[in-house]
């Protein structure tokens, strides 16, 4: 019997889900991060990124069918023990729960900044974690429709960002091409790696997923997706602003949608990053769900509703007794995506050679 068969989910709803958590807060700063560390060369070192995390995404796959009725935590179980399972369960609960709380954090900054710069941090917090805990409730079945709702929502965003390119263009921007140094464009692509971070999860949506064998392909249109939305805003930042131009906007995406105006809207960015948020939630609410999933399993419990709510205590008494600021989510941000590197592009390559070896050495005590 499958143990997560009330919960399934279709290929559509598992790439998306996974494209959503991959399409996050480092959008918005994507381009300028590239610019800064490999000028207009950086959309190589963003495609170099894109290939390792799609090595890594299929190697999930391949960890993934030694036990396929399972998330991560059973096989750790079932192959490693039980402390290991346990191990893994923590580890696994830390980091999205620190995933979670950056991107909702973050969240929060862009909405004081932005729109509601006279609302106190609590408020807007409140406000973000209210519909994310009724939606995050639901479980993955859930989740996988609201990412398939956001997605097909969010289909004219890359008709939008036509309009600057038809006020001001410079392809010569562009050129010449791979002025940079290999050194410092493989430098940059391993921190562009860090913008693909969501492929992890498929360690837990793949016992979810009604047709299993086509995992790997859904994991390869996922990242497809994601690559088109990066390289699509990187080329259309790095065309519109100078080289110089671009390091000066913390967010050049939503900079730049600054000479946008329509006759009954002035302020086109604003309206932007209140629909963006929709985008965010694709990556906070997953987020919080498996924060929740990790923590039931480590306790060998089922109470949901009880840990979702001490999760939001932790982050609404964080804004309230700690003013963020964007400094500090920098910080935290680098700090999370330094840690993340290795183990998401690390911990599959490790796991799927300690099973091989286990698996290659019990065939042999049987012949």
Not at 62 to 80: A, C, D, N, Q
Not at 157 to 180: A, D, N, R
Not at 273 to 278: G, K, R, V
Not at 328 to 348: M, R
């Amino acid at each position: 019997m499958k143990k997560y068969a009330f919960n399934e989910i279709t290929l559509m709803q598992y790439i998306l889900a996974i494209h959503g958590m991959q399409v996050g807060i480092g959008v918005l700063q994507l381009p300028r991060l590239l610019a800064e560390k490999a000028g207009t060369d950086g959309w190589i070192s963003l495609v170099i990124g894109w290939l390792v995390a799609l090595a890594v995404s299929l190697v999930i796959i391949r960890v993934m069918k030694y036990y396929p009725e399972g998330t991560i935590l059973e096989l750790l179980s079932h192959y490693f023990g039980r402390w290991a399972g346990k191990l893994g369960a923590i580890v696994f609960c830390a980091y999205f729960f620190f995933f979670f709380f950056i991107v909702i954090v973050r969240s929060v900054l862009f909405l004081k900044l932005w729109i509601l710069p006279q609302t106190p941090d609590a408020t807007i917090m409140v406000l973000i974690l209210i519909p994310s805990y009724l939606i995050a409730l639901g479980g993955v079945r859930i989740l996988g429709r609201y990412s398939e709702l956001v997605f097909y929502m969010a289909l004219w965003v890359p008709f939008f960002y036509l309009i600057p390119l038809s006020v001001s263009h410079h392809w010569l921007h562009l050129l010449p091409v791979l002025k940079e140094s290999w050194k410092n464009i493989l430098e940059t692509s391993l921190t562009t790696v860090v913008s693909f971070l969501g492929v992890e999860t498929a360690f837990f949506l793949y016992p979810f997923l009604q047709k299993k064998q086509s995992a790997s392909k859904g994991m390869i249109i996922a990242n497809i997706l994601t690559i088109s939305v990066y390289l699509g805003v990187t080329f259309v930042c790095f065309v519109f602003f100078s080289p110089d131009e671009i390091t000066r906007y913390n967010e050049p995406t939503l900079s730049i949608l600054k000479v946008t105006e329509l006759r009954f809207v002035e302020r086109m960015e604003i309206v932007f990053l209140a629909f963006y948020l929709f985008i965010l939630s694709t990556t906070s609410m997953p987020m919080m769900y498996l924060t929740t999933f990790c923590s039931n399993w480590l306790f060998g419990t089922k109470a949901f509703r009880g840990h979702f709510l001490v999760l939001v205590a932790i982050v609404v008494a964080y804004v309230v007794f700690f003013v963020p600021t964007f400094p500090q989510s920098d910080k935290s941000q680098k700090i999370f995506g330094n840690i993340a590197l290795y183990l998401i592009v690390g911990f599959p390559f490790v796991l799927w050679f300690l099973l091989w070896m286990k698996t290659r050495s019990a065939r042999r005590k049987l012949t």
